[in-house]
């Protein structure tokens, strides 16, 4: 008998519908409890190291640059402090090509540890918009009751409050990232400027801060569940020797209510484990799932389960640990957490990639010279009996400050001279002259004679360039 197409889903089955769903597919609202423990405070004193980076870089100046700037439609792109030019395409198709390696090493032995610890969406959503939810309309419970409440001046007062905060948090979100993509001095020049000469910055503005607000006020965990390509790909990565926030199925099943009149020995003769069903897990999950049911696409790894379980534990008298994170074979094997040699090699292996970014970064020229012979120009000979070519000279400057540059020959004796007045570069710009390079006819190598210009700035040696000289064939 051939299936049909659709089927009805199971509701009994999670892996079967979205438990942020009902069955009419409407959303179910979710009103996680507020964490606490261990893990969610290393979670909040790292989202402030965070947050202050996220809101102060676009601020902070590298060598005169700032430390990201991504601005798309003038194709001006600097990383670390580091200008990136259409002509550095090849090193930053490398740098992306080592990122994303990076990302999936990472992900196949640590895996979502980026998305609970430090993705902006899970920092700004659990560390600020949700804490001031907490703050204003109190723990879920609170939450729940106010929802369900008749509209009253209380509830309008705290609903208010709440979103006018919201929605003031959502223009400083939307302005730092506006900062990233144009840079700071033209969003001041947006901010300050009469608004008619800037429609298309105030647009994006408004823009940004509407996506911001309808983000953290609205849509919330559906980010991460729907849209977020990380959240859907990591599960390609992931395997069971990846490190995951797991439950020890082994350790935590028959699962069953805790009776106060039982000892932890009957419990086990009863063929009962660790889990006392309290669900105080899916109560503080943001996403809404059970972590019981095994490694599911929503989990974000947040940890906040973990604190939570830990905390049933330790009042019933029980080790930590029933849910942690764990790779899925180390649970099958009764094992903790140990260095592995997969996770030892994948780690190696990150350590060189970021190293090998570091290195593409760090150690390209702060300007990119090219010497060309001037087109249709011959060679000429001197009253002296030498012979001089013309050249022209473009000097890319990649950094945000004047760079003067002298030209010297590297591999031959001979007069390099530039034509006109001293070459220097203004910050970001392309500087072009001639160059007029006078050799002795003895050493020249034939017709075409190599030559190597080495280009200099305040006597340090910023790159060589290569090019030739044009004499007669028969003058050796
Ligand atoms: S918090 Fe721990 S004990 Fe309670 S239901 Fe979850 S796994 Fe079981
Ligand atoms: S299952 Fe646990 S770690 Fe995963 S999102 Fe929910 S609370 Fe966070």
Known sequence: ?????????????????LSTADQEGRRKWLYPRQPRGPFYRART?????????????????????????????????VIFGQVFWPQDMLIFAVALLVFITGILVFTAAYGRLWCGWACPQTVLMEMVFRKIEYFIEGDAH???ALARAPWNAEKALKKTVKHALFFGLSFIVGNTLLAYLIGTEA??????????????????????????????????EQACTFICPYGRF???????????????????????????????????????GDCIDCHECVAVCPTGIDIRNGTQMECVHCTACID??????????RPKGLIRYASLDGIERGEKLRLTPRLVGYSVILLALTG?????????????????????????????????????????????????????????????QV????????????????????????????GTTPLVVGVYSNGRRLETVKTAFIGPRDDR
């Open 1 to 17: 008998m051939t299936q049909p197409a659709t089927r009805e889903p199971d509701w009994d089955d999670f892996r079967d519908h």
């Open 45 to 77: 004193w790292l989202s402030w190291f965070l947050l202050a980076i996220m809101f102060a870089g676009p601020f902070i100046r590298i060598n005169g640059n700032p430390l990201l700037l991504l601005n798309i439609v003038e194709r001006q792109f």
């Open 142 to 144: 609170r939450q729940r």
């Open 187 to 220: 969003l001041f020049k947006i901010i300050t400027d009469n608004p008619r000469y800037h429609l298309e910055g105030l647009t994006f503005m408004v823009l940004f801060t509407l996506a911001f607000y309808g983000l953290f006020a609205r849509f919330r």
């Open 234 to 272: 990591q599960s390609t990565v992931l395997d069971e020797n990846s490190i995951v926030v797991a439950y020890d199925y082994k350790r935590g099943e028959q699962r069953g209510h805790l009776r106060r009149d039982q000892p932890p020995e009957q419990r086990r003769a009863a063929g009962q």
């Open 308 to 317: 939570a379980c830990d905390h049933v534990m330790t009042r019933v008298g």
């Open 356 to 416: 090998l970014m570091a290195f593409l970064l760090f150690t390209r020229s702060d300007v990119q010279t090219t010497l060309l012979r001037a087109q249709g120009a011959l060679f000429q000979k001197m009253p002296d009996g030498h012979f001089s070519n013309l050249y022209t000279v473009k000097v890319l400057n990649k950094t945000s400050r004047e760079i003067p540059i002298q030209l010297k020959l590297e591999n031959i004796e001979g007069d390099l």
């Open 419 to 446: 034509m006109g007045k001293d070459l220097v570069v203004p910050p970001r710009k392309l500087a072009e002259t001639s160059v007029l390079i006078d050799l002795s006819p003895l050493v020249l190598k034939g």
